[in-house]
């Protein structure tokens, strides 16, 4: 807000200009109010918008708002038909199915910064899994993904030794049994950012289990986030990628 | 009990001593009435007296009495000083302490069959994985431990890959994000009991993480007992290699 | 994998083939890396399809595609509208509306080897029986079905301590109080594999209550599987009774 | 109270004593206000202090000045010095060790009402069958007691199948996996009360699998108490008892 | 079974009615077998059957011919469609919407037992108190109703004192905290069966709270059901009041 | 501290002595971080100390170095020795055993503001009871102490209707099934603050049952803290209390 | 009652008014017992019903009555539905869509009292927020609301720093990690009632990580109402503010 | 390994040092196999060993070996006396008795990197804190220490807030109600560890409450590891500051 105001007294900023971009970030603080609006401004990353429940008309709203003060946008959690519908109002934004999320760029992209690796156990991680490399890219992350490398089978997780040797960050997403993260942790001196999935049934099945492997793992570096919190994750893996 | 009557009957056993068995039997069933003593009768198995909150002298009777019925004890969760004072009594038992068990054969050894492969993840999985290797040992198994194998170092497991092929049945004791039942399970074609152990701290740190990263395993085929319940496996598994 | 290359090197399969039917492995991965192929193939078991979610179009192309290559397919948990769609393009698959599955041989029925016995508590306990039962007959056993035997009427179960007697694995489901396993322990001198399922109300009673009270189980021997796993219980009494 | 004020107008009882027995009924309220006092005067039942945590001197002056005014006490959960050091000074107390009670009659017994049967599963619940059976007892009935009757050797619950059939209320009291109260109640037409024991180890191992048994059984008319709560059950049986 | 072989071989049953009273049993048999059909017998009371998730047809067609067998019939869980067809069918049969129950009657009422009284504290608990009630009068009882007497206002409950110390069973049901049943039994001298109900939200507002309460109640003598299970008390209730 | 300097700055306070005060401050920020001081100093309310693991040198250096400085001191959670050794050093002290805290005054008493009542259920809750009402009574206020009045003898808690009705406002507290503020709540027109106890055994034996039950009150304005938090309840009561 | 009685008595109410107001107060009984209604009629709040699960009809024909009798009545958890069919018959009724509240206030409005600020911490914790605050409002306070400022970003909630200085009762409600109330009693010197919200996913995210947060507050002075209970605190808010 | 050989077969290396080498790794495996020796190898860590439950003796032998190989040794949950002893063999063993750690250096210390911040809410805290903080040290980093900063006096913490904002790694510890890292996360850009500890008591004072407020976060980027945890976030921290 400061930089705003300095630049409407330099004059760099027209009162209009920031009238309208103050209303932006006003809209931003009532839709979303659980994200720090001045560390994502300071680094340059993109707003972030929580889709779920926001009508298509809303979000196409603060999309075109924010894209117009040059601010890009994450929206994550968005339906398909959301998605579809904001589509047709804001067509450069590209919408991402499996990891329910909708990216609005505003500028020309960011050279891309290597070093981030998304590996999920089996499909039914493959949502949360897309929703955290989706994040990291958004916010300027070149990012490798590894799948269906489940730990019953470890020969197709070994497969990717070498990739997993050079990765700088690693977040490793898994739902039943929630083994992988330890294992992956084993094999590399990168960060780990373990992700539990709800995927699963019985006692322990809706992520607990694997919530609680992660949290108990053998490995030591590992470190957790919620349930299904992809975001979570591929954020705090573009915060760690971005310090180096 | 009919049989014992039969030979009373035939005259191959005479009335003092079947009374004097019938008494042991009487003394088996109320210090541990948890055991189906039929059936270890029938399969020709020991005894099994858990050990936990007996006095030495107590234990030292049952042994005494049922050895000299021609039955063999298997003594669990026993505690150190009571083992020493048991064996002060009854020489020739073997006190694992480790495995916290005595068991104190009556007869010779039989031949012994092998099969079962008791896996241990770490150092503090041992008192478990011993209650289990001993317990398959005195139901007539040979056994053979892993140890130290745990999921976030795989090269260990993966040196002993040809014996976990060999394997009839495998037990696979782990604490923590108890990761290893799961990883052994994808190595090879046979059974495998798992058993959490309480070993860890925090959330889910006393085996249930354990526990629920067992029951949540994304490897078919596995199954589990208890907490700690490393008897339980070890019996499991001697049922399942005499069926063999 | 090896065998399939070896084939093609004997010039037993042609090199179009083995490449179809790499293709179907691959697609077997893509869709539920759950599973450890690599052991189905060494064991002659069929492949397994977790159907829940997958379209009729996607079960019945997978199917197909496996069947050509001379693999038998069991699909789990599939809806019976979507078994319907698959049985009209695969007529000879068999779907059982019970169990929730669906299995498509390829080639001549395996001459099925005895010993396997599923008992179930009560009528509600049924689909997770019957998922344990068509799992072992797809994985080559003869499996006799025990029902209605629930603890509150001994009479039942009693009446056949028979079958009981002869059965070299047990598959024991029930619900509720889940007493049922520890019941049976009792009367035979088999593994017993207990499976809890979600019948019941409040507190405990969407399966706790039964999982727990096996995992406490006062009989020696019992292993367990997670609520409602009936495909598990299955898959680990065929391998039980493979070893044989 | 209206009694003992009626007794004073009519001269049956003194001043002096009046104001006695009020100052011991002042002491019963102070020393444990959880039991309903009128409802155990009402009815003829012992006064009942909960023992743990008071000194033998508190319990044997709550004792003395009890029986003193023609009240009978019963004394639950007390250690076995407290209990020693209270029967030096009250000799005719009945202390059962087994049970932690302490009995102080006033007057001659009662006939006791037939009816109440306790059972209990193995060796480790029988502290809280033993209060159970204890606590009727006091209360003015006969008591048949059933031992290690678990449900893993159905045979030894079986041979006592008449005494259950002629039972007018049963207390079935059962730790691990306690399934016994669910087996009883099917064998028997009258009123049953389960009673979970702490009694195990691992997951539900302090008796909670016990309790979502029993919350969860198969039979019907199954009521419950909380863990341990052998007290409880006896008391309810009592009523039950003595509402016949 | 045995009484009707019995009324074969004196000719009071034919042969063809006996044959087809064995064809109900065993439909009772496979319907519902969590019931212990031969204690519902030996005392007179009705089938039960637990309606949810059975089709109306199959309960009519239960309803029939138990009924033309001289077997009354209660089914409980009844959705309200499900009971407006099964009424066309048989039009005898009594519906109770609140109770979700129907009740099929064979022969002639028996004289009604009177002494069990049903008090719920809140309105949104009354369908458990009803399905409480309604059990207890199948089975031969006269039930008193005490509505809406929650602990919050005392006042309503006092009202009632001379009703609840008339009583010789008393059934209480109260959701959110529960505490009704102590209240009550220390208002009176007979046994309390308390039945927490699923009626609240947030922590332990789905029965967990009240079923805790009722488990920790400082008035001795009250027994508990599981959350929600009025049939269960109502039958406990009757079984309780057939002793008197 | 701002009060201070001006102090300073006014000449009512030499340096050597604001020194003094600001290292007394400085050492109440190390040893007790978890209250903000500020807020007790702007109300004039004593400074509070965690006793528990702190060393009666420690305690009474802090006393004495606060009363020094005109602050008074409420040490809670202090063990009966610690308490003895303090008071040999501070003998103005009041020790408190039941409630477990020290109390140092500096200066006059001030006039006590009425209006409090604490209500406990039993005689095991007096010590959060009374933890309650000195919190209450060091921050300035007369505290009406009701005992002994559990819910399931409602005479004696209807006995003190009266006081009940005259209070601005209650703490209640209660363990077991914690019903005693429902109750409470239902017959006054004030704030009520419940306090759950870890009175009991068994399932939600350890103050859950009474913490949920408190959640779930069906009387409204009843507000919670947590289990055995005597302290918090003393502390809000009077922060009400003072709005007055 | 007694005043409606004493009313008619000195003939300020006739017969048939007071006829139906003793009608209107039996509906009231009926429909929502879980309130004390004497409570609300002595201190002139309006009557309370709880809105889920009354059809429209009923909710206006109670609103109706209660009206005419002189009593306002607000609706708590109506659904959008039912609260327009209630305003087409009463249209004076408020309807609040965030609070899914109605309110028809009978007779002219108080003068409301300053002094209860509700604080909520994201958009998604509005809904119980205003919940609160229109039920403390109908009781007849002035509140100030203040939105949107979560722990994450500071500023927001300092820059209302003054409001919470003045405020004299503060409600502040949470969801996810439940931090706000914690960080708001550590800047004001008033009560504050904690109100977690269900806003969240995966483990604790239902509510349970915010309402054990707000158990576990390091300031001091925090009391809790249960998971979304925005009519509780209030009710205690309005409680507190009316004893000022 | 591998290195060890090569430099063996060099020459660089004589066979019985190599040979005492692998002993001290065996040694090293054998005691602690829960941490992946490779990884602390390749990136010179120091060796890990948890020191609970280990003889002084075996801690000093595994120190000494290891030192004389040129590997450095951090000792993690020492007791003080268990320190003393091996501090009476290795004189220059840094032992730290708040973080209950020992650290037994190798050759000269690096030149540590700075980046690591390490900020405890509470005087309880620090144990872990020191121990985060220790783990980050050895392995070769500078770590600045904020301490008491708890959220019920904010002001405290934002005094820190340049050196915050000059962080490149948090570790934020706190346990009670554990909102510090989420308000530490909100006026930061780095990535932030947060460490929940068992300060505190009733529900969800064991740490859950901690735990479940920290993966509930409002404030993205926020990662977890086990409550009381230390060593894990330290080493976490390393990893990430390390990738720098």
Redesign the interface.
């Given at each position: 807000m400061s930089k705003l105001l300095h630049d409407v007294g330099a004059g760099r900023v027209g009162v209009d200009e920031a009238l309208e971009r103050m209303q932006i970030e006003r809209i931003a603080?009532?839709?979303?109010?659980?994200?720090?609006?001045?560390?994502a401004m300071?680094?340059g990353f993109p707003e972030?918008v929580f889709g779920h429940?926001k009508s298509p008309d809303q979000i196409a709203d603060i999309v075109q708002r924010m894209n117009k003060a040059g601010q890009s946008v994450l929206v994550t959690r968005i339906a398909r038909q959301a998605a579809a519908a904001v589509t047709a109002i804001v067509p450069d934004a590209e919408h991402n199915a499996i990891a329910r999320t909708l990216f609005a760029r505003s500028g020309d992209p960011p050279q891309c910064k290597p070093g981030i690796v998304v590996v999920t156990?089996?499909?039914s991680d493959q949502n949360v899994g897309e929703e955290a490399a989706v994040t990291a890219e958004a916010m300027g992350n070149e990012v490798i993904r590894i799948r269906?490398?489940?730990?019953?089978?470890?020969?197709?997780l070994?497969a990717h030794k070498e990739t997993l040797a050079r990765a700088?960050?690693l977040v490793v997403v898994a739902?039943?049994?929630?083994?992988l993260p330890?294992?992956v942790?084993?094999?590399?001196?990168?960060?780990v950012?373990g992700v539990p999935t709800?995927t699963?049934?019985?006692?322990?099945?809706k992520?607990?289990?694997?919530?609680?492997?992660?949290?108990?793992?053998?490995?030591?570096?590992?470190?957790?986030?919620?349930?299904?919190?992809g975001?979570?994750?591929g954020?705090?893996a573009a915060?760690?990628n971005r310090?180096?």
């Open positions: 603080e009532l839709e979303h109010s659980t994200l720090d609006l001045e560390r300071r680094c972030v429940a156990a089996g499909t269906d490398v489940g730990v019953a089978g470890l020969g197709r070994l700088k960050v739902g039943m049994e929630g083994a330890s294992v942790a084993g094999l590399t001196d990168c960060p950012i709800s699963g049934y019985g006692a322990g099945g992520g607990e289990a694997a919530l609680l492997a992660m949290l108990n793992s053998c490995a030591a570096g590992l470190t957790v986030v919620n349930i299904d919190n975001f979570g994750a954020y705090a915060l760690i310090a180096r």
